[in-house]
Each structure stands twice: as C-alpha cells, then as structure tokens.
C-alpha cells in the first residue's frame, strides 16, 4: 500500500517541534510506561490492561515488520528540545475493510501541547503526498473528546455514531466515525507548514541511534 520511500527505517518526517520516526527496541521502555495507564489503554480498541510485560517491544516488532512490508505506517512521536523519549505513537493502517485508519496515543505527560494535532498532520499530509489514497478515516469513543478535537482540527469531518467492537476492552461501545477526503485536505492544507519527509543515507546513520 505504501511506497518504498516509507519502508527504510530511517524514514521520518519533521514538523515544528517533532521528529516522527519509526520506533526502534530501545523505545520499549517509554511506550510501555505510558500504555500501560489505564486511562491511555481504555480509550483504545487494542491495547490491554494489564499491560503485559513484553507487549512493547512485541509491537515494536510487528509494528517495524508491518513498516518494512508497506502494509502500514507506524511512526514514534519524539520531540526535538528536551526528553527524548517517545512521546506518543501514530499509525495509518487498512482496516478489515480494506479503508486506511490513523490512530494515535499520547503520553498523558505531553497532553495539552497539541502535539498530536501537529503529529497528525504531518502524517495526513504525507500519507495523501506520496499514495493516492482518497480518503482516511478514523473510529474514536464518544467519550473521547480530547481525540475527537484532534480529528476535527486536521480537517476531519464527524459522521455516524456506531457500536465498535474493542476486543482489548471486551465489549462494543459507542463510537463516532470520521473522515478525510483528499479534496478537504487539498483545500485546507494551510492548517500547518507542510512537514517534511527525510531519509538519511546509511553510511550517515549515527551510532548513536541503535534500532
């Protein structure tokens, strides 16, 4: 589904304050902190609590296997000043449809600094520069309204509220659906700055970025 420019690990697309990149072994530490809150893990569909010990670096995995076949985009969020630690995470994937999602989590800490917004974007953005996909869509809980507003200032439009299915929380609950057209997107791409798409060549990649 994704181009080969996607599919090398050092991949990554700059934004204002981000680096968005694919997530490597030694974010496991950090991504297991922040998914294994309760209140991150029950406003999503996959995502267990208890959170078992070794389930980071198992989506590290699978996430960089998924990456690599152009199956899906799966990218750290990191930020440039201070911690680097990841932040959050966001991906766009096929559903069982065949439709492209984007999802996200965000560590609780770096809540409130829009920094999924700007994360967001920068993904759409790349996702509808270098595919011809037509249209994104999205699956949020009614009671997740902090997403919901991510959604909405990505240019998103709200439609049907549904019963999903959250296999992670072991029921259907009541869920909005949203959407992205190319169309809306070409219109208002003004949002942000355009973020950038970087690739290094290998001989540059640093030892000091371990995967």
């Not at 030694?26 to 809150?37: G, P, Q, T, V, Y």
């Amino acid at each position: 589904m994704f181009p080969d420019l996607t599919r090398d690990d050092i991949f990554r697309l700059e934004t204002r304050r981000l680096w968005l990149r694919w997530p490597r072994a030694l974010d496991a530490a950090a991504i297991r902190r922040f998914a294994s809150l309760e209140e991150v893990a029950r406003m999503t569909a996959h995502i267990p609590h208890p959170y078992p010990p070794d389930a980071a670096d198992q989506f590290i995995l699978e996430a960089r296997s998924a990456n690599a076949q152009g199956r899906d985009i799966t990218l750290a969020i990191t930020l440039k000043a201070g911690a680097q630690d990841v932040a959050g995470l966001i991906s766009v994937h096929p559903n069982d449809d065949g439709v492209l999602e984007i999802g996200y989590i965000l560590n609780p800490d770096f809540q409130g600094l829009d920094i999924a917004s700007e994360a967001a974007r920068a993904l759409i953005n790349a996702v509808f520069a270098v595919t011809m996909i037509n249209t994104i869509r999205a699956g949020v809980l009614k009671i997740n309204i902090a997403s919901q507003r991510v959604l909405e200032k990505s240019g998103f439009v709200r439609g049907e509220e549904i019963l999903r299915e959250l296999p992670a929380r072991g029921a259907s609950l009541p869920c909005y659906t949203y959407e992205l057209s190319r169309k809306n997107w070409l219109e208002h791409k003004v949002w942000t700055r355009p973020s950038s798409m970087a690739q290094q060549s290998h001989s540059r990649r640093s030892a000091a970025e371990p995967l």
